[in-house]
């Protein structure tokens, strides 16, 4: 349960970082970071990550200051002086891929999720369950998936696919669906090749 809820984690980090439409998103990220942190051993990261996160954090901060001015109807001054002050704020967080903190904070949580799954996906079991029929079908069936991070992947020898054809009972405690799975590796696929290509590999 422990790895199932560690990846989960980090799967729901990587949705709300790629939706990033309203205020209470540098909320949701903050919380999420503090947890998924727990999760990851280089410390080196987090540290970076955290950081990223208090830039983020305080350009939030201004703007906030910035909406209570308007709301109170404060002087015209004080409301440009936050504007300038938030303007120039927002264009050194978003201005470059490689100075940017907001973009530095994305990456980093993508690249810790990536990581994560990697690492654990070899031991993570996967199949129909014991069902045949309806149920069977629904689990997604006996599948196979290539590009899987699985252990031959890293210890560079034998495989990478990786067969669901587990018979055991799915949901909590017990296996991940067919199904699930293909979701899981579609999604890793994706966020590793739009991370490769950005470091031009």
Known sequence: MKIKK?????????????????????????????????????????????????NLSNLLNQYN?????????????????????????????????????????????????VGMWQVIAFGISCGPGPNLGTEHLENGGVRSFDNTPNYSYNT????????????????????LSSSEYQVLNTAYQTIQTALNQNQGG
């Open 6 to 54: 560690s990846l989960l984690l980090s799967l729901s980090l990587m949705a709300s970082l790629s939706r990033a439409e309203d205020d209470g998103f540098y909320m949701s990220v903050g919380y999420q970071i503090g947890e998924a942190v727990q999760q990851v051993k280089n410390t080196g990261a987090i540290q970076n990550l955290a950081d990223k996160y208090d």
């Open 65 to 113: 200051y910035l909406n209570s001015l308007v709301n109170l109807a404060s002087t015209p001054s004080a409301i440009t002086s936050a504007i300038d002050n938030l303007s120039s704020s927002a264009i050194n967080l978003t201005s470059a891929t490689t100075t940017s903190p907001a973009y530095q904070a994305v990456a980093l949580a993508l690249n810790a999720a």
């Open 156 to 175: 560079g020898s034998g495989t990478t696919t990786t067969t669901c054809n587990g018979a055991s009972n799915v949901g909590p405690n017990g296996i």
